[in-house]
């Protein structure tokens, strides 16, 4: 099997991918690296800067020099990035919510996208668009922002942080059909809540399945 990178911009996220890839692809060597700095400081610019972007390509290279041949990255405020930088290493750079979209166009209709951070809603929406775009599907798609839930996060109200997200899934579930949650420190206010009367998607568990079959 492959060896993978994972690149974190929240240690929010570590735990739950450590107990994904344990699951799914147990024989996996995977090198996590967690740069906590940098969503706030994409946040602060309101995107990705050159600056940021160069920073990114230092790591994809450190994990090129570490015998990775696959950069996955776990936040998607810098996916956009991260695919920029494949012309300068021959590692295969994904994005842990790569899966997750192709299955939300699949089934097509109202889709609701949540999020907590602006700076992770718009380039998500923009990479739902493009991939709609390349399998000729037209989605209705509503926007969410959650902002405050972020705050919470970052405080360490996690208690905060899922009521707010858990109130803006319900909001969603009247309304659409599918309901794609935008980052993956969301992804655990699911196991707190009923059965979901529409299908939630996620992007940990579809991405790590994603990688577990590229890995091989």
Wanted: net charge neutral; proline share 5%.
């Amino acid at each position: 099997m492959k060896k993978v990178a994972l690149f974190h911009t929240s240690s929010a996220t570590l735990a739950m991918m450590q107990q994904l890839i344990g699951d799914i692809m147990p024989d996996a060597e995977v090198m996590h690296i967690i740069e906590e700095s940098m969503i706030k400081q994409v946040m602060k610019n309101g995107g990705v800067t050159p600056d940021i972007s160069a920073r990114i390509a230092g790591y994809i290279q450190v994990a090129e020099k570490a015998g990775c041949e696959i950069f996955m990255t776990a936040c998607s405020s810098i996916g956009g990035a991260v695919e920029q930088c494949q012309f300068m290493t021959p590692l295969q750079l994904a994005r842990i919510d790569c899966a997750m979209v192709d299955a939300a166009i699949a089934k097509g209709g109202r889709l609701a996208v949540l999020a907590t951070v602006g700076t992770t809603l718009e380039p998500t929406l923009a990479y739902v668009k493009r991939k709609a775009a390349e399998a000729g599907k037209t989605p209705e798609i509503t926007p969410l922002l959650m902002s405050e839930a972020f705050t919470a996060l970052l405080a360490g109200d996690m208690a905060k942080h899922d009521a707010i997200v858990a109130q803006g899934l319900k909001q969603a579930f009247a309304s659409s059909d599918v309901v794609m949650l935008a980052q993956a420190s969301m992804a655990r206010v699911l196991q707190q809540l009923p059965e979901p009367p529409v299908p939630v998607l996620t992007s940990p568990e579809s991405g790590i399945k994603w990688l577990s079959a590229v890995a091989k």
